[in-house]
Each structure stands twice: as structure tokens, then as C-alpha cells.
């Protein structure tokens, strides 16, 4: 038992390395022999459709999809219970549907994967069986969730009910007509808002979000035309069918392979010697750290878990408040999804089909405004209430710090080097970046170890099962969406009270800001932007410049309760209560916020830079 509870980590964790191989293997070959490898891409491809639904499963076991919880922690505990037993169902229910579709696509699936010259088949047989690895840590999952009450009622519920529905659908594929409501009533056009609200309720209610997207999607296909969800549902593996989105797992497994090989102690030490005899120069130094590590991870909560505690500790050595020591944490930990290479300008690079690239660069200008703004706050604030200097650094010292960073320097100066030199797309850039970041851990610091490269994939795989997840069920969504013209009946209340594009900017970002509140920041972008991105195309606004404005209009949210996701995460790495966290970063969130209005009012800020170096 102990050996399969492993499965997922042992699985996907080598498979995740068969892939880092594949693309590196794909990049020698191109680079070095000029010879490139046909099937690679394909083939990686293919694996990472596997990798992904693992990490779903992973989630599952762990019970950490996203989910928004503010109003069931503010239920009694017994009507907690009821709507936690009934977003249990709700799963539950979903996992039996991945199955039912799973085994439909595999058995209507007749094409070639032309390159690789096998079945698509094989693509397609990932949803039904790792749909029932899912169902096991699910059951497992149930265990956990209900021992302490001593029932296992649920769990036996559960269990039999499996059983009955996989030999249903197994012995009668046309077993889930009898979910067709249109059978017994018809809603007509209504159908979408009610499918709609039904989907606010049950996610505000604790329903993770994807499973809450797929939720409302099948009931949407239910009461309109159930005979087309078949073909549908193939969008839940195509989604993940994307060369693009490969780059995720890489730039996360970068980032975590930079915490565990030593690399962010070297780029704190250099931003000490640098910037710590300032005034309000830990605050400085902080900042800074994270503008650097930025620069290899992506992630704002990456930042905040890896940095965090190192930083945080620094502070309170030097003398400064806890909620000055948190805020500060906080807010700089949101310039990793603005400056280069960035998770959340990826996925919305896949989202609006916009060049990387170009998100990328464009992101590079408002992350060095939002940095100099948080540093500009951080000397009025450390001004105000005298904390105390560190010795300014001798030449020597500094010198002697930068030579010790300077391996973790050249990361993002790699990444984007290599990307707009031409020699590596998105992906192979954050393929380099793992790669890089494993060699200088490993043989420069000394720090890495083989045990510790295999935890960092199978933690990267895990992490990466959030997002899948959210890929694969918001595209089924966004059929609906499409189907239903939501967006275009969105621009046209947007039309009713906004007669400039100016206008419209604005509130897209209220909405937002709005929304930001309660929902967190990767739910957000895949939830809002597939309506949102047609309204700026109706009204012509550069989704390039898009966005990177909507990123940094989501990284606010992060930041404010409550739902801010960075104040949990810097709560926890600096054992201070959340309240300390949210009372030091409300300051900090004025110059961000200023930076977020000053880039609406003057687009060209963010796109002058790409227009220029990649016209067209």
C-alpha cells in the first residue's frame, strides 16, 4: 500500500524527467547537429497530457485545488459540513463523467499522430484511466475527511456507487441520456444564466473551481443539446495538447530547484551588499531580491514561499516591525508574474492565442515601475518611522557577493536572450532555465542533490495539476461561453455604459479589482478572460497591452482579503497572523495601484518595447 500511494509521485515524476530529456534532446539537435528531431515535440506533447492528469490526481489525494472558502467559513459548523459533503458529491460526480468521456473518445478516436505513427489513442487513453487513479484518491481522500467522525458511511457511498456507475458505463454507454433535462422540461434561451448561477453558487460554496466550471458546463449541454457533449468533451485533452503550456511545469520546477540548490541565499546576500545601507534598506534589499528572483521563477506565491522566509527573517534582525516585514514580503512578491519569464503571461498567451514573446517583453516595464514604486513607499514609510541602516558595503564585499550570485544573475539574462536571439522557443527557454538552474545548484553551489531534483519534479508536477486542471475544464467551458455569444452580450452592457475604449479599460479594471477580492488570481484568469478578451478585441485594444494590465490588475487581488493568497503565504513562511500581513501591505498597495493607472491611461508604456523589437 505504501508503494501505491506513492504511484502518482514515482509516475509522474519520471515522466516529467522523460520529457525535460525529450525537449533537450530536441534542442541539441537543432542547435547543435541542425538536425531536428521530428517526433519530439509530438511525443512530449503526449507525455504531457499524462503528467498533467496525474498532477490532477495528485490534487485530488491532497485536497488542494483551488477553491474559494470565504463564505463557508463564515457557515455554522453543521451547514459547513452539508455543502463540503455536497462538493464532495459534486467531484465525485465529475470524475465519474472524465471516465464516461474518457472511454467515448477512446473508442471513437481513428486518427494518427502523424509524426510519432500511432493511434491518437493513446492521447485519448489518458482521461479514462488516470480518471479511475483520480477516483482512487478520491476514495482515499474521503477516508481522511471523515475518520475523525467515525462514519464511513459516505466513503462506502461513494465506493459502491463507483462501482455500479463504471460497469453502467462500461455495459451501456449511453447511460448519462438520462442526464438530458431537456426530457422533461425546456429552459430555451434562459438556459445560460441559469447554468451561470448555478456555477456562482456551487463554487462559492467551496466547490474547486474547475470542477465547478465542468459542473455548469455538463448541466448547460443538459439543458440544450446533450447529442453534441461527446464531441465536446474531446476539448478536455486537446487543451492540454499545447506546446505553449509545456513551459509551465519548467519555469515552476526552475523556481523550486533555485530554493532548494542555494541560489536564492546568493541573490539576497547581492541585494544586501547593493542596496542595505539606504534608507529603509532591508526594504530596499527585499524588494530588489524579488525582482531578481523574479526573473526565474514567474510565480508571485513562488517568490513569496522561497524568498519569504529568508527575507522576513533579515527585517526582524535589523529591527523592523513585523507588519512593515510582511507587507513589503507581500507586495514584492508580485513583480514575478510581471518581469520575464512569467507563468501568468503564459497562460494568458494560450488563452488569447498572443505571442509569449511579446507578453514577455512587454511585462519587463511595468515590473521595474511597480519595483522603483514599491522601493519609493518603502523609504517614506522606513523614513517615518526611523528604522536603522545597515553598514554600506566595502567594494571588496560587494564584489565578492556578485561574483556568488552572479550564476543566478544570468538566468533571466539567458531566458531572454535565448528567446529573442531565436534560438529557443517559450517552452525550450524554460526547459534551458530548469536545466541551467540544475547544473549550478548541483556542480557551482553544491547544494542539489539527485533525491532533491526528483522532489522538485514531482512538487512541479503536483502544481502543475492546478493549472491543468483548469485548463482542461474552462475550455470546455469557454464552448459554452462561445456558443452563447456571453461575451458579446457582455460588450453590449459594456457599450451601454462606456462610450470610449478609455472607458471601457476602466471598467474592466473595476470589475476585476473587484472580483480580485474574492476570487483567487489563477482562478480569475481562467474564469473572466475568455469573456473579457473578446470585449477588447470589439473595442481594439492591443492584447498585448491587455494582458499585462489585467496581470497586474490580478496580482492586487492577491494581495487583498479575502481571498489574497500572498498574505496566507507570507503568514506562514514569517509565523505572523494574517491581520499583521494585511495591515503592512495596505500602504504598498497604493503605488501599484498607481502603476496600474498609469499604464491605462498611456498604453505605449507597455508597448513600446515589443512594437520595437518584434514588429509585426
Not at 529557443?424 to 542533490?449: D, H, M, N, Q, R
Amino acid at each position: 500500500m505504501k508503494y501505491f500511494n506513492k504511484l502518482e509521485e514515482w509516475l509522474g515524476g519520471i515522466l516529467f524527467l522523460i520529457v525535460f530529456v525529450i525537449l533537450i534532446a530536441q534542442i541539441v539537435a537543432r542547435q547543435v547537429f541542425d538536425s531536428p528531431l521530428i517526433w519530439s515535440e509530438e511525443l512530449a506533447r503526449l507525455l504531457f497530457v499524462y503528467v498533467g492528469m496525474i498532477g490532477i490526481a495528485m490534487g485530488i489525494r491532497s485536497q488542494q485545488h483551488v477553491f474559494i472558502d470565504f463564505l463557508t467559513n463564515m457557515m455554522s459548523e453543521k451547514l459547513r459540513k452539508i455543502v463540503f459533503s455536497f462538493a464532495q458529491f459534486l467531484i465525485f460526480v465529475s470524475i465519474m463523467l472524465f471516465f464516461h468521456f474518457g472511454v467515448r473518445l477512446l473508442k471513437g478516436s481513428s486518427f494518427e499522430l502523424v509524426s510519432l505513427g500511432i493511434s491518437e489513442k493513446w492521447l485519448y487513453a489518458s482521461l479514462p484511466f488516470l480518471s479511475l487513479l483520480m477516483l482512487v484518491r478520491f476514495l482515499q481522500a474521503q477516508v481522511e475527511n471523515y475518520k475523525n467522525n467515525l462514519t464511513y458511511f459516505p466513503v462506502l457511498f461513494f465506493l459502491v456507487a463507483s462501482a455500479i456507475v463504471i460497469a453502467l458505463i462500461l455495459f451501456n454507454p449511453d447511460i448519462f441520456k438520462v442526464l438530458r433535462i431537456t426530457n422533461y422540461v425546456r429552459f430555451g434561451s434562459e438556459s445560460v444564466y441559469i447554468v451561470l448561477l448555478v456555477w456562482l453558487v456551487i463554487m462559492f460554496i467551496g466547490t474547486p473551481v474547475g470542477w465547478s466550471l465542468f459542473i455548469a458546463t455538463i448541466l448547460y449541454f443538459a439543458m440544450t443539446r446533450w447529442n453534441v457533449v461527446n464531441s465536446a468533451s474531446s476539448k478536455l485533452v486537446d487543451s492540454l495538447n499545447s506546446f505553449s503550456l509545456l513551459s509551465v511545469p519548467f519555469f515552476i520546477l526552475t523556481g523550486i530547484l533555485m530554493n532548494t540548490g542555494g541560489i536564492t541565499t546568493k541573490i539576497f546576500e547581492f541585494a544586501k551588499a547593493l542596496l542595505g545601507h539606504y534608507r529603509g534598506g532591508m526594504g530596499h534589499v527585499n524588494i530588489g531580491a524579488s525582482l531578481i528572483f523574479s526573473g526565474m521563477s514567474g510565480s508571485a506565491l513562488a517568490d513569496a514561499g522561497g524568498l519569504g522566509q529568508l527575507e522576513i527573517k533579515a527585517m526582524r534582525d535589523a529591527g523592523y516591525d513585523d507588519d512593515m516585514c510582511g507587507g513589503i514580503t507581500a507586495a514584492s512578491c508580485i513583480i514575478g508574474p510581471l518581469v520575464p519569464p512569467s507563468i501568468a503571461m503564459i497562460i494568458y498567451g494560450v488563452i488569447s492565442n498572443q505571442s509569449i514573446a511579446k507578453l514577455f517583453v512587454a511585462g519587463f516595464v511595468p515590473g521595474v515601475l511597480v519595483t522603483i514604486a514599491l522601493m519609493i513607499m518603502n523609504y517614506y514609510i522606513s523614513k517615518k518611522r526611523n528604522y536603522p541602516r545597515t553598514p554600506k558595503a566595502s567594494m571588496e564585499v560587494l564584489c565578492r557577493e556578485f561574483k556568488g550570485a552572479i550564476w543566478a544573475l544570468l538566468t533571466p539574462v539567458l531566458i531572454i536572450a535565448g528567446i529573442f536571439s531565436g534560438l529557443f522557443t517559450p517552452t525550450e527557454a524554460a526547459v534551458i532555465a530548469a536545466l541551467y538552474s540544475i547544473v549550478v545548484g548541483k556542480f557551482v553551489y553544491k547544494e542539489l542533490t539527485l533525491q532533491s531534483l526528483f522532489k522538485g519534479c514531482v512538487e512541479a508536477v503536483a502544481i502543475t495539476g492546478v493549472t491543468v486542471l483548469m485548463v482542461m475544464t474552462v475550455t470546455f467551458f469557454g464552448d459554452m461561453i462561445a456558443r452563447e455569444q456571453v461575451a458579446m452580450k457582455i460588450a453590449e452592457v459594456f457599450i451601454t455604459f462606456a462610450d470610449s475604449q478609455f472607458m471601457v479599460l476602466v471598467m474592466i479594471n473595476l470589475l476585476l479589482l473587484f472580483l480580485g477580492m474574492f476570487i483567487d488570481a489563477l482562478a480569475l484568469q481562467f474564469l473572466v478572460l475568455p469573456m473579457l478578451i473578446p470585449i477588447a478585441v470589439h473595442f481594439n485594444i492591443d492584447l498585448i497591452f491587455f494582458g499585462v494590465m489585467t496581470t497586474l490588475n490580478m496580482m492586487i487581488g492577491i494581495l487583498t482579503p479575502p481571498m489574497g493568497m500572498a498574505l496566507f503565504v507570507v503568514a506562514r513562511v514569517g509565523n505572523m497572523p494574517v491581520s499583521t500581513v494585511t495591515k503592512g501591505v495596505l500602504p504598498f498597495l497604493i503605488p501599484i495601484f498607481a502603476t496600474l493607472v498609469l499604464i491605462t491611461i498611456f498604453p505605449q508604456i507597455i508597448t513600446f518595447i515589443p512594437n520595437l523589437l518584434l514588429p509585426g
